[in-house]
């Protein structure tokens, strides 16, 4: 579906250089700290950005050369939906449906109605997990194959995030060659969504995982400097200094919670994967 090979940009003294790919059927989350180069990433998806070097592909081709058909065969959900706010349902209908020959007004106008829509209220006076379900669902009205979500749960309740969520499932569920790339800050939402993480920080991939390994297999084990010192450290990803002794992280928990069950090792899930993979020691 797309990808990325030695994606590189530079920007004054920041480089880029994001090697990744999305399969066909899959959820790909895209994590990293705050100016890791997820924005510009999807952006060179986007053909919005061109590579200093390296290749971007999407349908297999080059993702500045994609054509209409190509572009038709995307739905994008970036933090704003382009619409004016001054605009209504019946408004963003009528432009969809001369934007996009695939547009299911069928479909799009049950949705808005499962979701509460109304038709007819101009988009400023909507909340912001209504006009969250807007953006998720005009991405979604023409039934392209590859979906680019950013941050669409930012902002709302738990409820309105499951809600969010719940759609992309059934979105994937109609269509098993469908492929969703997803940012988020919020780990929860990943976790119950995501096939594979990639991790990026400081313009690189510095971690790429299946999510169920992340959940199963990794974790962190806190540790005095007597039991650090005696640790058998081969499957130690990295290790912090604290105050009462280190952290370490590990892609083996269970090797360590076998062979050293004096030790304290918790579970791990995105939020530690982000953390301990991207502080300085």
Not at 80 to 92: A, K, V
Not at 227 to 241: C, E, N, P, V, W
């Amino acid at each position: 579906m797309v990808n990325i090979d030695h994606l590189c940009k530079q920007y004054g003294d920041y480089r880029l250089d994001i090697s990744m790919q999305i399969p066909s059927g899959r959820i790909v989350g895209l994590v990293g700290k705050n100016g890791a180069g997820k924005s510009t990433t999807i952006k060179a998806i986007l053909g919005l950005v061109q590579p200093d070097q390296g290749t971007v592909t999407v349908f297999e081709k080059p993702a500045d050369q994609l054509g209409k058909a190509e572009k038709e065969n995307m739905g994008v959900a970036l933090s704003d939906s382009g619409f004016s706010q001054y605009l209504n349902l019946e408004d963003i209908t009528r432009i969809l449906k001369k934007s996009y020959p695939a547009f299911d007004e069928v479909w799009f106008r049950r949705q808005c109605r499962e979701q509460s829509l109304p038709m007819n209220k101009e988009l400023k006076d909507f909340s912001t997990g209504m006009k969250a379900r807007v953006r998720v669902l005009t991405a979604m009205s023409h039934k392209g194959s590859l979906l680019i979500m950013d941050e669409p749960t930012a902002g709302l309740d738990v409820e309105a995030r499951e809600e969010i969520l719940a759609m992309l499932r059934d979105y994937m569920a109609e269509d098993e060659t469908r492929s969703i790339l997803i940012t988020s800050h919020i780990s929860s939402d990943l976790e119950h969504l995501c096939d594979e993480i990639y991790l990026i920080h400081d313009g690189q991939v510095i971690l790429h995982e299946d999510t169920d390994a992340i959940i199963d297999s990794y974790g962190v084990l806190k540790v005095s400097p007597e039991q650090f010192a005696g640790l058998d450290q081969q499957y130690l990803l990295t290790s912090r200094k604290t105050g009462f002794g280190y952290e370490c992280f590990t892609n083996q928990k269970q090797y360590y919670r076998e062979n050293y069950p004096e030790i304290v090792v918790e579970r791990s899930g995105i939020d530690e994967l982000i953390l301990m993979m991207t502080t300085k020691r």
